[in-house]
Structure formats: structure tokens, C-alpha cells
């Protein structure tokens, strides 16, 4: 064996490794990443989870009525029969205007779907798979609402943002209704009840249900999400090889390619920004933006649980239309309100242009609290922020000392009034 014979294998074999090592450090970045990616689709987030009900009033009959939040036993089973339902009901149909009220709905059997926030009509539609006929131009009408009613058949009714009601004239079988209402009846829920309309000092809008006995909900630790790695990382860039990686003072990771950067702060919250390219802007429905918002969230870090589209707001402009997503957490089945923000995301034309994420989650529960009546909830409310009228009161959770901490918020005006104080 020759000592050229040797070397050439010895040439051959460096060559060799140094292929593998350059496959190898290639495919960890864009093909990992691609075969991660297609794993996070395989699992994208249904749409209609990211826009659930806050709450599911159920009117049983007989002037009893309880309510569902996320958490409750019956509320996938009360959602999904809704969806199916309404779906049944609408296609083909019309809806128009009718006079009724909140009060009309406190007679019936029936349940009211209440979304967290209104909801463009034709996303509802495309939603749950609706083609109706309506005579009514529905196109800028906001649905906060919908309720399935017996009344000598079954009937739907559409609420929207400014407390219009609208009937679908298109009868269906109640025996289904009829059996869940049964059913729900006879587990012996909490029972709520409507507040009255209020004075002359306090106007309290009508559709307001609370518990008749105590509400005791419990506290929670909160944790952080962790701070993402390189891996992660390059899922925000279509060639991760030629970002640039800058570590600052503070503890911050900024990545670059010139076009986009993602910063990383030392506590994981990640902030994304992506001019684009104004040629690639096209116009999108609010369905197409939300799901893209939707998609990049699951891509880019995983969809938290309890996550729900908390609001959003539509910009229209000379360059086409953009959408700002903001997305809440529920704990317990109860929304988080906060000041600071959690999750967001704009989409402008088919790309989102900038992301934020900083998840607080919930961790262990611990102590029971057990709160204060709705009622004097609203008389604190009365006698320290003078308020003047009431659109909604709920439990919710705020952070307190590290904790999350149950109490009550009251709608006034459009503004959160969050009442901390608990029985003793």
C-alpha cells in the first residue's frame, strides 16, 4: 500500500465528513425546521376554538336559568350542538329584523351564545359553513350573539353589536334542545338569575345573569413561558444561515437578516417585526388574516391553552387593509384581565408583519377565595368610582403579587372596573 493510496483515502475520507457534517449542520436549520413546520400544521388550531363563547346563558324554562363558561361540564357539549344547529337552521335562509328584547329570551327555553367580542357576520358564516339567503346586507353588521329558542319548533335569533335582534325564518326540531335542557336540568346546576333593569341613578342594562349563591373560585402561581432557542428561532426567518445574531447588555438576543428581526428578552417574551415588500400586499377577509395570525402563533411557539381572540381592530387604507389581533387567556374557564398585553398579531395583505408574545400562564391552583356577591360588587362600584351604568359583570382573574387572583370586573361605559375585595 503506497504512501499516495493512503493519502487518497485519507482525502477522500475528510471530504466525506466534512459533506456529513455540512448536511448535517444544513438540515438542522431549514429541513428540521420544514419538518417541524409540517408537524405544527398537522396540528393547527381550530378557528372555531380561537373564537368560543365567553359564557353560555341556558334558560331552562320556568324562569330558571344557569350559565356555562369554558370550564363547565356541558359547555363543549352545549357549543358544538349550537354550532350544528344554527348551521342547520341559516343555510338557505333569511334572517330579518325583529322586535324583541332581553326579556323575551328570560321566558324561553333556550341557550345565548355570547362572544367575547363581536364578530363580523361573513366570518361567521364561512365559520360554520353557512350559505344563507338573507335579504338583510349583513356584510358590516358585528354579531355579539346568537340564541337557539324553543318556540313551538326551534328558532334562532342573531344579536348584534348595537343590541339588534334579527330572526332567521326557518324553523327546526327542538327534541334535541329539548334533551340537552333536560339533561342539564336535571344535574342540578348553579341557578342564576337576571338583575333588574336598576333606578334612575343606575342603569343596568337587561341580560345580566349572576349566581344566587356564593361564587368561590380558586388562586393560581404564575410562570413564564421559556426563552426560545436557536431552533426556534429559525422559524421566523425564510433562510436562518444568513441572520445575524446580536446579545446585548441586558440580556436581550436580537436576530436579523436585514429584513426581519426578532428580539428575545431574558424573560422569553419575543417581539417580531417584518416591513415586507408593499408590491405583496393584498386584500384579505377577516377570516384569511385571523387564520393566518392564528397559523403563525401555533408555528412560532405553540397556541397557549386557554387563548381566545380577546379584540382586534381593521385598518383600511390606500395599500389595502390591516389587521391587529389581540389574544386573551382564560383560567378556570375565566378571562384574564390585564393592562399589559400578551399576544398580538398584525397581518397586513396575507403576511403579518409583527408579533408579540410575553405568557404569563397559570400554574398550581391554591387557596379557595371565596368572593363577595355580584351585587355588592356593583354598590362598591357605585360609592368609590361613581359610575353611572352597568353593561355586564363577571368573575374574571387579575394578577396580584405574582398570583392570579379572582374578582370581579364591571362594564361601564366600556371601561373594566375590577373589584377585588372578598368575603371575609
Not at 327534541?175 to 338569575?193: D, Q, R
Not at 445574531?245 to 426578532?262: F, P
Not at 403579518?352 to 355588592?376: H, L, T
Amino acid at each position: 500500500m503506497t504512501r499516495d493510496y493512503v493519502l487518497g483515502w485519507i482525502l477522500i475520507l475528510m471530504v466525506g465528513i466534512s459533506l456529513f457534517l455540512s448536511f448535517a449542520i444544513w438540515s438542522r436549520i431549514p429541513g428540521e425546521q420544514s419538518a417541524e413546520k409540517k408537524v405544527q400544521e398537522e396540528k393547527r388550531v381550530d378557528m372555531a376554538t380561537v373564537v368560543s363563547p365567553g359564557k353560555i346563558l341556558v334558560h331552562l324554562g320556568n324562569a330558571s336559568h344557569t350559565l356555562f363558561t369554558p370550564s363547565s361540564s356541558f359547555y363543549d357539549k352545549a357549543w358544538n350542538y349550537s354550532k350544528k344547529a344554527i348551521s342547520a337552521i341559516w343555510v338557505g335562509a333569511k334572517a330579518m329584523p325583529v322586535d324583541v328584547g332581553a326579556d323575551f329570551f328570560e321566558q324561553k327555553a333556550g341557550l345565548e351564545i355570547v362572544f367575547p367580542n363581536p364578530l363580523p357576520v361573513p366570518f361567521v358564516k364561512r365559520l360554520f359553513n353557512i350559505e344563507a339567503g338573507d335579504e338583510v346586507n349583513f356584510n358590516n353588521i358585528m354579531l355579539s350573539s346568537y340564541s337557539l329558542v324553543e318556540d313551538g319548533g326551534l328558532w334562532a335569533y342573531l344579536k348584534d353589536s348595537d343590541g339588534r335582534y334579527y330572526r332567521i325564518n326557518k324553523s327546526g326540531d327542538s327534541v334535541e334542545l329539548s334533551a340537552l335542557l333536560k339533561e342539564v336540568s336535571e344535574s342540578n346546576p348553579p341557578l342564576f338569575a337576571a338583575i333588574p333593569p336598576g333606578s334612575v341613578n343606575l342603569k343596568i342594562s337587561r341580560g345580566i345573569y349572576v349566581p344566587l349563591l356564593p361564587h368561590d373560585l380558586p388562586q393560581y402561581g404564575v410562570k413564564h413561558e421559556k426563552v426560545i432557542n436557536d431552533r426556534l428561532a429559525a422559524r421566523f426567518f425564510a433562510d436562518f444561515s444568513v441572520a445575524r445574531k446580536i446579545e446585548e447588555r441586558d440580556g436581550a438576543v436580537i436576530y436579523t437578516d436585514g429584513q426581519r428581526a426578532l428580539r428575545i428578552y431574558h424573560d422569553g417574551t419575543l417581539e417580531y417585526s417584518f416591513p415586507g415588500v408593499k408590491e405583496q400586499k393584498k386584500n384579505v377577509s377577516f377570516y384569511d388574516a385571523l387564520k393566518t395570525a392564528v397559523d403563525f402563533i401555533s408555528i412560532h411557539g405553540g397556541w397557549p391553552q386557554g387563548a381566545f381572540l380577546s379584540s382586534y381592530d381593521i385598518s383600511s387604507g390606500l395599500n389595502g387593509t390591516s389587521y391587529n389581533f389581540k389574544f386573551g387567556i382564560r383560567i378556570n374557564g375565566y378571562p384574564v384581565v390585564s393592562e399589559k398585553e400578551y399576544l398580538s398579531v398584525t397581518v397586513d395583505g396575507s403576511q403579518v408583519k409583527s408579533f408579540y408574545r410575553n405568557m404569563a400562564i397559570a400554574d398550581k391552583p391554591g387557596q379557595i377565595r371565596e368572593m363577595i356577591s355580584p351585587i355588592k360588587a356593583m354598590d362598591i362600584a357605585v360609592s368609590t368610582r361613581n359610575i353611572k351604568s352597568v353593561e355586564d359583570i363577571y368573575p374574571a382573574y387579575v394578577m396580584d403579587s405574582g398570583e392570579y387572583i379572582p374578582t370581579w370586573v364591571i362594564k361601564s361605559q366600556g371601561h373594566d372596573i375590577i373589584i377585588r375585595n372578598f368575603s371575609e
